[in-house]
């Protein structure tokens, strides 16, 4: 799956400059994107494709993967926060996904 952020974007997020944690940021953006898109439960994280032009990621989308890679990075050993209690996303992320979301009813 194509990541819904760059990694010149996470790095400015987490205001990193050097080179030497790209792998590890490629990686935490692959996951954090691929999660945040189970999250939406089948809603697109792109925004209505206008007709000629490319596709883009909603900036609502781009921002949750940013903040989610930033749990990733800082919390590398676990999480300290209990911000992933019971699977879930850590709360600003439910709050941002929270309008796009399709619910399902059990």
């Not at 692959?30 to 792109?46: D, K, T, Y």
């Not at 990075?73 to 600003?92: T, V």
Request: charged share 25%; aromatic share 6%; proline share 8%.
């Amino acid at each position: 799956m194509t990541p819904f952020a760059t990694l010149d974007e996470v790095k400015q997020h987490l205001r990193i400059d050097e080179s030497d944690a790209d792998g590890d940021l490629t990686l935490k953006l692959e996951a954090a994107s691929e999660r945040i898109a189970l999250h939406l439960n089948g809603v697109s994280p792109f925004l209505p494709v206008v007709e000629g032009a490319a596709a883009q990621v909603r900036p609502i989308v781009r921002a949750a993967v940013l903040l989610l890679v930033g749990y990733l990075y800082r919390y590398p050993s676990g999480d300290e926060k209990k911000a992933f209690d019971d699977g879930r996303l850590p709360a600003p992320i439910t709050a941002l996904l929270a309008p796009l979301r399709r619910r399902v009813l059990a």
